[in-house]
């Protein structure tokens, strides 16, 4: 690979520094990143260096490449100091240590709330790097901007004048690759703050008593959606997510039936989502609710599998349809053989039980690859496609091609059974 190539998503980063007390390693890892045209390439010999070069370096680097094994201060001691002096920069964690090892050092700096972007074994290779930094654009920002000054009556306002619409993330069978849902989003466009994050609406749509007028309405269009692309030919099951809030409620299975039947969308046809730790707020109330909306005809479905800490108990006794995995156990699991065995678990468990698996969070080919032959039923997540607008995805629906995915996915997967 020649210097100055042009690599897009390298370009993005102007700065690196690199912390390793290996003269040979920092020597290879910097002609590395010089090769995919970062311009300005630091080094620091070990975690103490590599704080002093940060005190007084403005602006920050871009990227900081650490290595695991350091003396005088490793890598895990590194990342807790960067934490401390409020030294917010993506990390890249390398070492030659086990893999297993690595993984949860990753783990670790995300729940310290640093940006570890990855982990990677040595010797580090350009492809691996370059792959790493292709995954880093196309994620969503690691963290959520500062909480909106937001009050009850703006969203009551909004819903009102309908600017909170419906978007739809595609949920594509394993087997054909076809499209064969799709979830139901909520998204706002503020009139002064423009795009407000779910993680901060919707919490004050619980606070405030709105959220089952929020609901209700991602439903109607959800729905009214659906109607329209079943004239257009595509039978699509739409999911809608329920608020913990709603479960107390005993006049939820009323409210959604009718609005299912004012459609005539058979309720086979929608799957409710229901987070593992929400059934636990009133769960006699909430066990009440889901079974008779489980009578009533409704799918439901156990999202974000594995974040909880009561998932096996809520499966034995509640009536699920549905199992989702959680996007934390899908993103990068190739590479990461404890949660291999963890979500092929998972899906075997869900197959004996006779659920539908879902997993949510693919990003990459060979994450689609290995759960389809783990057995995972559906995938839903940015491989496809981002969350779109209705018409937007009707028109990406139009022109997704189902062999396509296929031919780059392997014929070797082409006689799993279909879902």
């Known amino acids: 690979m020649q210097p100055g190539s042009g690599h897009a998503a390298a370009s993005a980063i102007g700065s690196v520094l690199i912390v390793d007390d ?231 299975v009323d409210d959604l039936t009718c609005l299912q039947q004012s459609f005539g969308l058979p309720a086979e046809r929608l799957t409710l989502e229901v987070t593992e730790t929400g059934v636990m707020r009133e769960l006699g109330t909430a066990l009440a609710v889901l079974t008779r909306l489980r009578l009533r005809g409704f799918g439901l479905s156990l999202d974000d599998y594995g974040t909880g800490f009561s998932s096996l108990q809520q499966l034995a006794r509640i009536p699920f349809t549905e199992l989702k995995i959680d996007r934390a156990f899908v993103h990068g699991f190739p590479a990461r053989e404890k949660l291999q065995v963890v979500l092929h678990s998972a899906l075997q468990m869900a197959g004996e039980l006779g659920l539908v698996s879902v997993a949510e969070g693919v990003e990459e080919l060979a994450e689609w690859r290995l759960l389809r032959q783990f057995g995972c039923r559906r995938a839903q997540g940015w491989m496809f496609t981002r969350a779109l607008p209705a018409l937007e995805f009707s028109q990406w629906l139009d022109a997704y091609r189902p062999q396509a995915l296929l031919g780059r996915s392997g014929a070797a997967h082409g006689s799993m059974r279909a879902a």
């Open 22 to 252: 290996s003269v040979v390693q920092r020597n290879h890892c910097a002609e590395l990143c010089r090769a995919l045209g970062i311009a300005r390439v630091l080094e620091a010999g070990n975690g103490r260096e590599a704080l002093e070069l940060l005190r007084a370096l403005t602006p920050a680097p871009d990227l900081l490449i650490v290595d695991l094994e350091m003396p005088a201060m490793d890598g895990a001691e590194l990342i807790e100091r960067l934490r401390e002096g409020h030294l917010d920069i993506p990390i890249l964690v390398v070492s030659a240590r086990d893999r297993a090892l690595v993984d949860s050092m990753q783990d670790l700096g995300q729940a310290l709330g640093m940006r570890v972007i990855g982990a990677l074994p040595k010797p580090l290779t350009a492809r691996a790097l370059l792959a790493l930094l292709r995954r880093r654009e196309t994620r969503a920002p690691a963290h959520p901007g500062a909480p909106l000054p937001l009050e009850p009556a703006e969203l009551d306002a909004a819903l009102e004048r309908g600017e909170i619409v419906a978007h739809f993330e595609p949920q594509v069978d394993s087997a054909s690759a076809a499209v064969c849902g799709v979830e139901a989003l909520a998204r706002w466009h503020h009139p002064r703050f423009g795009w407000v994050p779910p993680d901060q609406f919707v919490p004050l749509a619980e606070r405030s008593g709105l959220i089952r007028a929020l609901t209700l309405q991602m439903m109607r269009q959800a729905l009214l959606q659906a109607c329209v692309w079943n004239t257009m030919g595509h039978r699509l099951t739409v999911s809608i997510n329920l608020s913990p809030t709603l479960l107390e409620r005993t006049d939820l």
